[in-house]
């Protein structure tokens, strides 16, 4: 069982994105020995309704595919090279079906799973359901009505808000500490374990107010480890990096970041 431990935690970005392509088993399989806390990976849908892990909808951006992910059934995705784009070496990388990374991540390592389409959701939760995983997945990327549709599917696993999305509708409309005030209150009503947040829209009193009301905060991409010392300096839950090779060694540091809860705590 996972355990979330009481300091930062450090997430890679779709594996270990920075140095292998994205969102495949290789990434996530080396982010798993760099000793990362959490992968996040992004999940769509196949035409057949099969969850598999690619970012955008297109396929000429990772693979040597064309059209849409939706227009294609699991048995041609699977024969795409995913990995070429990325470089040579990586020639012959394939697109992981959901099932095959929950099958890598089992035991050794918490997900983060992007859902990209509201489709994605009930078959994901199938999914984890049946790899036993609820208390080592949680699920980002939703919206608050997604969130409490979540909560009814399956009340035990793990949720963020996708506070960016929310916070950056609202922004439009309201000042900004009544965006977040906002924000904190769909996150509260959902139920969600916490706020998953673009480090441009951090400050103080965000993350002051979200962890008084027991909400963490997660924030990303940050590559850079100064960004990452001062966002953790700030009370960030976790922080989503290309290079986690990179934030690591700053998490680790003793004393280094004391200002963060575990993710998992409710």
């Known amino acids: 069982?996972?355990?979330a431990p009481s300091r930062l935690q450090v997430i890679a970005h779709r594996g270990f994105s920075g140095l292998y392509p994205e969102n495949t088993l290789i990434a996530i399989d080396a982010a798993i020995r760099l000793g990362v806390d959490m992968v996040e990976v992004d999940v769509r849908l196949s035409r057949?309704?099969?969850?598999?892990?690619?970012?955008?909808?297109?396929?000429e951006s990772t693979t040597n595919g064309?059209?849409?992910?939706?227009?294609?059934?699991?048995?041609?995705?699977?024969?795409?090279?995913a990995g070429g784009w990325k470089s040579p070496c990586?020639?012959?990388?394939?697109?992981?079906?959901?099932?095959?990374?929950?099958?890598?991540?089992?035991?050794?390592?918490?997900?983060n799973l992007d859902l990209k389409t509201a489709d994605a959701i009930a078959p994901t939760i199938v999914l984890v359901r049946q790899f036993d995983m609820l208390d080592q997945v949680v699920l980002s990327g939703?919206?608050?009505?997604?969130?409490?549709w979540v909560r009814r599917l399956e009340p035990r696993i793990h949720v963020l808000l996708n506070g960016h999305g929310v916070l950056e509708s609202l922004m439009r409309v309201m000042s900004?500490?009544?965006?977040?005030?906002?924000?904190?209150?769909q996150a509260r009503r959902s139920a969600a374990l916490g706020l998953n947040v673009s480090h441009r829209y951090l400050a103080r009193p965000l993350i002051d107010r979200a962890r008084a009301h027991n909400l963490s905060v997660w924030t990303w991409t940050?590559?850079?480890?100064?960004?990452?010392?001062?966002?953790?300096?700030?009370g960030v839950a976790t922080i989503t990096s290309n290079w986690p090779d990179r934030i690591l060694p700053l998490a680790r540091a003793d004393g280094c970041?004391?200002?963060c809860e575990a993710v998992f705590q409710r």
């Open 1 to 3: 069982m996972y355990r």
């Open 48 to 59: 057949d309704g099969v969850p598999v892990l690619l970012h955008d909808a297109s396929l």
């Open 66 to 81: 064309r059209g849409k992910v939706y227009e294609q059934d699991v048995d041609a995705l699977s024969r795409l090279d």
């Open 90 to 111: 990586f020639q012959g990388e394939r697109i992981p079906t959901l099932a095959e990374a929950l099958r890598l991540a089992r035991d050794r390592v918490a997900l």
């Open 142 to 148: 939703l919206r608050p009505c997604q969130v409490r």
């Open 176 to 185: 900004a500490r009544c965006a977040f005030t906002l924000t904190l209150w």
């Open 222 to 234: 940050i590559d850079d480890p100064m960004r990452a010392r001062a966002l953790a300096q700030l």
């Open 257 to 259: 970041y004391s200002n």
